[in-house]
């Protein structure tokens, strides 16, 4: 990574995780979109459930999503993975899919966990793919991206904060 990047990097709005500044942070949320720590709680165990289900044979990188639907609505998705690689799908987009498949597409958040066999030891951030499919559906400014190592222990973020100046449906009528 070059050193120009890094600094970048540096510069990226995050919260920290302490549980002072994540208060502060979910007090945010709260006008924003209606989360707070009981629905941060428990989309992060429905995301933690849905890693049992994880079909990563290839990666071993488990990952598991709890979407929430502004109907207070759980939809949960996990990573499955594809012999020929291209056709895996992310826990996220999943979650997603599914919704939309069952006719919801109002969202308020999601929580994701993710790692090595299973292990949470890391917070496991969403790839490109999924934020793009995210700001099709979402308002950057509104939807709340919950990051976690536990019930406890997760990073909240809205999705610009994870996606700055993002393309969305919005740009093509522009
Ligand atoms: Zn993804």
């Not at 991206?145 to 973020?157: C, D, G, H, M």
Request: glycine share 4%; charged share 20%; with cysteine.
């Amino acid at each position: 990574m070059s050193e120009e990047i890094m600094k970048q990097n540096k510069e990226l709005p995050v919260c920290k995780e302490t549980t002072e500044v994540v208060a502060v942070n979910n007090k945010q949320c709260l006008d924003n979109a209606l989360i707070n720590d009981t629905i941060c709680h428990n989309l992060i165990t429905a995301a933690i459930q849905s890693l049992k289900f994880s079909y990563a044979p290839y990666s071993k990188f488990k990952v598991g999503a709890a979407l929430l639907t502004k109907s207070n609505k759980i939809y949960t998705g996990c990573n499955v993975e594809n012999a020929t690689y291209t056709p895996t799908n992310c826990a996220e987009r999943t979650a997603f899919f599914k919704a939309i498949s069952e006719g919801d597409n109002e969202f308020s958040a999601i929580a994701i966990v993710g790692g090595k066999e299973g292990r949470l030891k890391d917070y496991c951030p969403p790839c490109g793919v999924c934020r793009q499919v995210m700001m099709e559906f979402c308002d950057p400014e509104k939807f709340v991206v919950i990051l976690a190592k536990s019930p406890e222990e997760y990073w909240v973020y809205t999705l610009k904060d994870i996606m700055p100046f993002g393309f969305s449906p919005k740009n093509l009528n522009a």
